[in-house]
């Protein structure tokens, strides 16, 4: 909707849902079972409340961005990593909480590391991580480069028996392996990419859907739990 004439001077022109809302549970179950066609908030279930009940709004002014899409997911994740993010972690005033993993430090060897965030539990061997989010678990071998990428990790730890057996049977383990080039893209949680991978996403690829990975914008999302033998290019 149109905003007034206060905040259009500051080139806010319009209002958009944030998608939350608080409803009285009775209501909510009411107003659900009146018509069980009509599920969409936005659309259906809202309208109809604004017209049967006494509905108000919250004019929100803090930090918000529409994460819809691959390019603003990605760019709202890799904006953490400025010197002070449009989304501040590390504002004690507005502090942030999470799933509590009891995971170890990260450990990081032999890296260069600029503008870079790294969850807890990740152990990181590259030549550099630069531009990236690093999420918990990630594993990142040898003279591997990574840039302007979100790696989101893994939900587990290989034993070192099983990383011994896959190693012996020339399998990918959890993780980035050895010599890789990783630029401009999203790896999902749990994927294999083996040694000497290039994945260089950017305007040159057209957008697709494949098996393991798709192309979005010019980024390259490596789909969950997906395998990328050693060697592979992107």
């Not at 630029?183 to 990419?193: E, F, P, T």
Request: aromatic share 8%.
């Amino acid at each position: 909707s149109d905003t007034g004439a206060e905040m259009q001077g500051e080139g806010r022109n319009f209002l958009a849902s944030m998608g939350i809302y608080v409803f009285n549970r009775e209501y909510l179950i009411n107003i659900l079972n009146e018509n069980e066609e009509e599920k969409d908030f936005g659309k259906e279930i809202l309208p109809r409340a604004i017209e049967q009940s006494r509905v108000l709004s919250y004019q929100y002014e803090g930090y918000w961005t529409d994460i819809g899409n691959i390019s603003s997911f990605f760019e709202a994740n890799l904006g953490l990593t400025d010197e002070i993010p449009k989304f501040n972690m590390f504002d004690s005033n507005h502090t942030i909480f999470t799933r509590a993993r009891m995971l170890p430090p990260s450990k990081i060897s032999g890296t260069t590391l600029e503008k870079a965030i790294i969850a807890e539990g990740c152990i990181v061997q590259a030549s550099r991580v630069e531009h990236a989010v690093l999420g918990i678990r990630a594993r990142i071998g040898k003279h591997t480069v990574v840039t302007n990428a979100y790696i989101m990790g893994s939900d587990r730890y290989q034993t070192l028996e099983e990383i011994q057996s896959e190693t012996n049977k020339g399998n990918s383990l959890i993780g980035i392996g050895d010599r890789c080039y990783i630029n401009n893209a999203i790896i999902d949680k749990n994927c294999r990419i083996g040694n000497d991978v290039k994945i260089n996403g950017g305007p040159h690829l057209e957008d697709g859907d494949h098996e393991l990975y798709a192309v979005k914008d010019g980024i390259v999302v490596v789909k969950k739990g997906a395998i990328l033998p050693s060697g592979t290019v992107i």
